[in-house]
């Protein structure tokens, strides 16, 4: 929605601001999951209205910076353009832009998508000019991606390749798709039909043999599965091609799924357990993810909340318990609450006797001395 109302857009030409507006309006024009942004706008002939524009392209972890030049004296007349790569399309015969770029060569000003048309050809281009690089610079590079495409069931269309040639050391960059099927996931409160999985390797060094591969996920896919630092990739060793690397991360990343719906399923177990046990003491609880529940409890006629936190990666790490009462609150005016540290705990237990056991210890060690701290240590 920012792109759309981009306040730069009210300064475009009103011939050029609908198509580049549907520009903007794209979620993704190659493999990244991501907007095109506007950069800057200028005008050709000093006019009020601005009718050339710079744009910040996702493509292989990077932004292309490609200058869009129209000419609002001659609407009819596509645009034109300058690439930061200055080795793609610099003296482009018009059998290359036919074949390339037919909705260039071909240009519709009545038609919204045009100018969107032009830079996704443009971009299928680029792809493949870059492709070519990847052969001048050796058979390693070479190798690993046309085994990648051929061997493996990456398709080219999860794929992106650049060469960076002007860097110290150079560097060459493949940016993969992980595909998979993410509708596996446990139901999520913030759910996105965005989620993503790319895989970023970097080659350098004289024989490009130091390698360095990145996972980067959607923030929903974070949500799900767990941040990417803290995940650990399996390594990507000099000698270990691409061919044999990504069914390893591909692998990784359905066991962290697989993962993710056992530790849901373990949350869900714990609460209807407890949903079972204290059915007339439930207050409320996280019907979505099982993320949490509270209960309310009475003790000698003393009456408390229980919290049971569940962690993400539960039953491998504890509930979090909190007691609280319902009587006495803090100078801050919230009611009193203690972090339960000492329950007995093992995840090898039953979950029912998971439950028991906690529920017993808070009823026979817990909740006496709790009593005694909020009386204590409150005044109100």
């Not at 392209?57 to 910076?65: F, K, R, S, T, V």
């Not at 492709?131 to 046309?146: C, N, V």
Request: proline share 7%; hydrophobic share 40%.
């Amino acid at each position: 929605m920012l792109n759309q109302q981009h306040p730069l857009l009210s300064t475009i030409d009103s011939y050029i601001e609908p198509l580049l507006k549907r520009v903007l309006q794209t979620k993704r024009l190659g493999v990244s999951y991501g907007p095109i942004k506007l950069d800057s706008v200028s005008s050709s002939c000093n006019k009020n209205k601005n009718d050339c524009f710079k744009l910040l392209i996702p493509y292989a972890g990077e932004h292309l910076m490609w200058n869009v030049l129209f000419n609002s004296q001659y609407p009819e007349m596509g645009p034109d353009f300058i690439f930061n790569d200055q080795n793609f399309l610099m003296d482009p015969d018009i059998d290359i832009l036919s074949t390339w770029v037919p909705s260039l060569v071909k240009w519709n000003p009545n038609n919204t998508d045009a100018l969107l048309n032009v830079l996704m050809e443009l971009l299928l281009y680029y792809k493949e000019h870059q492709i070519l690089l990847l052969g001048k610079q050796g058979d390693r590079l070479q190798l690993e991606y046309s085994t990648l495409v051929g061997e493996t069931e990456i398709c080219k269309e999860d794929i992106e390749v650049m060469v960076l040639l002007g860097l110290k050391p150079m560097e060459a960059r493949f940016l993969i798709r992980i595909s998979m099927d993410y509708t596996r996931l446990p139901p999520r409160i913030n759910k996105s039909q965005n989620d993503e999985a790319m895989l970023l390797v970097t080659f350098y060094g004289p024989d490009w043999n130091r390698i360095s591969p990145q996972l980067y996920l959607s923030k929903t896919l974070e949500d799900a599965i767990g941040r990417p630092e803290s995940l650990h990739i399996p390594p990507l060793p000099p000698n270990k091609y691409l061919m044999d690397y990504v069914p390893e991360v591909i692998k990784f990343m359905e066991e962290k799924i697989n993962s993710a719906i056992q530790c849901f399923e373990n949350r869900k177990e714990f609460i209807v357990f407890l949903l079972v046990l204290q059915r007339g003491s439930i207050v409320e609880y996280d019907a979505i993810e099982f993320n949490w529940i509270i209960i309310l409890l009475e003790h000698r006629d003393f009456h408390f909340l229980i919290h049971f936190n569940l962690p993400s990666i539960f039953p491998k790490e504890k509930p979090q318990i909190t007691l609280q009462s319902v009587y006495h609150m803090t100078s801050q005016g919230i009611l009193y609450r203690e972090v339960l540290d000492d329950a007995p705990y093992s995840p090898r237990w039953p979950m029912k006797l998971m439950v028991d056991k906690l529920l017993t210890y808070i009823i026979e060690n817990a909740v006496q001395k709790f009593q005694a701290n909020s009386v204590k240590n409150n005044r109100f």
